[in-house]
């Protein structure tokens, strides 16, 4: 599956932005999707996931609240809200697939990355 990540741009902190990022296949349904995030000269790091059937959401502990993870099957696309920007969110993010399912937080669950998309924070 190929993946395209979108929606990211240059912020105030405090705004919300919400990331998209579309796959190319109608087995979209069949894949858990992940949201990881890569800060400069820091390693890339687990956002959220969510499962092949949306019943399941993760997060990173430090973002529970701020993030939203959702998937819209008719369009094959899985969404990234994030609320109350921080310029600490600044970073590089990608979507990931996977047909895993455990280890959902763990990036070497997934198979299939996207290209990146760049959020910028300014404070």
């Known amino acids: 599956v190929q993946l395209q990540a979108s929606g990211g741009r240059l912020v105030q902190a405090g705004s919300s932005l919400r990331l998209s990022c579309a796959a190319s296949?109608?087995?979209?349904?069949?894949?858990?999707m992940g949201w990881f995030r890569q800060a400069p000269g820091k390693e890339r790091e687990f956002v959220a996931a969510i499962t092949w059937s949306g019943g399941r959401t993760y997060y990173v502990d430090s973002e529970k609240g701020r993030f939203t993870i959702s998937r819209d099957y008719a369009k094959n696309t899985v969404y990234l809200q994030m609320d109350s920007l921080k310029a600490a969110d600044t970073a590089v993010y990608y979507c990931?697939?996977?047909?895993?399912?455990?280890?959902?937080?763990?990036?070497?669950?997934?198979?299939?990355w996207g290209q990146g998309t760049v959020v910028t924070v300014s404070s």
């Open positions: 990931a697939a996977t047909v895993a399912a455990q280890r959902l937080r763990d990036r070497d669950a997934y198979d299939h």
């Open positions: 296949e109608r087995t979209f349904g069949r894949y858990a």
